[in-house]
C-alpha cells in the first residue's frame, strides 16, 4: 500500500486592514486517487481565515484589552484605598486602648472584692429572711390555734343553748304535777 505525499504547495494571500499583503503557503494532501481531498481544501481555507481574524482584529481586542485594564486599576485602587483606611482605623483602635491595662486590672479587683461581699450579704440576707419567715409562721398557726379553739366554744355555746331551749319548752309543757296533760 502506498502512502499518500502531498504533489503541490498552494500559495495564498491574506490581505489585512492595514493594506499590507502576507502569504502563506500551505502543503496540501492528496488522497489515493491522487487528486487534493476536501479536507486539505477545508483546512487550508480555516486558516486562511483564522490567520485573517487574527491580523485585522488585533487592534480591538488589544484595545479592548487595555480599556477593561484600566477599569480594573481603578478598581483595585479603590479597594486598596478602602483596605488602607482598614487598616489605618485598626491600627487607630488598637493604639487607643493603650494604657487601660493597670486600671482594668485594678477595677476587676475591686468588682471581685465586691462580688464576694455581695455574695456573703446575700446568704446573711436569706438567713434572716428564713428567720422572719418562720416567726411569722408560728405566729400565724398560733392565731389559727385561737380560732379553732373559739370556734369550739361557740359551737358548744350553741348546742348548749339549743338544748336548754328544747328542755325548756319540754318543762314548760308538763303539767305542776309533773305530768303530762
Known amino acids: 500500500m502506498r502512502v499518500p505525499v ?16 502576507t502569504y502563506f ?17 477545508r483546512i487550508r481555507r480555516l486558516q486562511g481565515v483564522i490567520n485573517f481574524v487574527l491580523r485585522t ?14 477599569e480594573l486599576s ?3 485602587k479603590v479597594l486598596n484605598a478602602r483596605y488602607e483606611s482598614f487598616v489605618r482605623t485598626r491600627q487607630a483602635a488598637v493604639h487607643s ?3 487601660y491595662d493597670t486600671p482594668i486590672a485594678r477595677l476587676r ?13 446575700l446568704a446573711r440576707q436569706g438567713h434572716i429572711i428564713e428567720l422572719v419567715a418562720i416567726d411569722v409562721l408560728t405566729a400565724r398557726r398560733e392565731r389559727l390555734a385561737e380560732y379553732q379553739d373559739q370556734a369550739r366554744y361557740a359551737l358548744a355555746d350553741s348546742y348548749d343553748r339549743a338544748t336548754k331551749a328544747r328542755v325548756d ?13
Do not use: M
Open 169 to 181: 319548752g319540754k318543762t314548760a309543757a308538763l303539767a305542776p304535777s309533773g305530768r303530762p296533760e
Open 57 to 70: 482584529e488585533y487592534d480591538d481586542r488589544l484595545n479592548k484589552f487595555n480599556r477593561h485594564l484600566a
Open 25 to 41: 503557503g500551505c502543503c496540501l494532501g492528496t488522497g489515493f486517487s491522487g487528486r487534493v481531498s476536501w479536507e486539505s481544501r
Open 109 to 121: 479587683t475591686h468588682v471581685s472584692g465586691s462580688l464576694a461581699k455581695v455574695n456573703q450579704l
Open 74 to 76: 481603578a478598581a483595585i
Open 6 to 21: 502531498p504533489h503541490r504547495v498552494d500559495v495564498g494571500l491574506v490581505r489585512a486592514s492595514n493594506h499590507k499583503s
Open 97 to 99: 486602648y493603650e494604657g
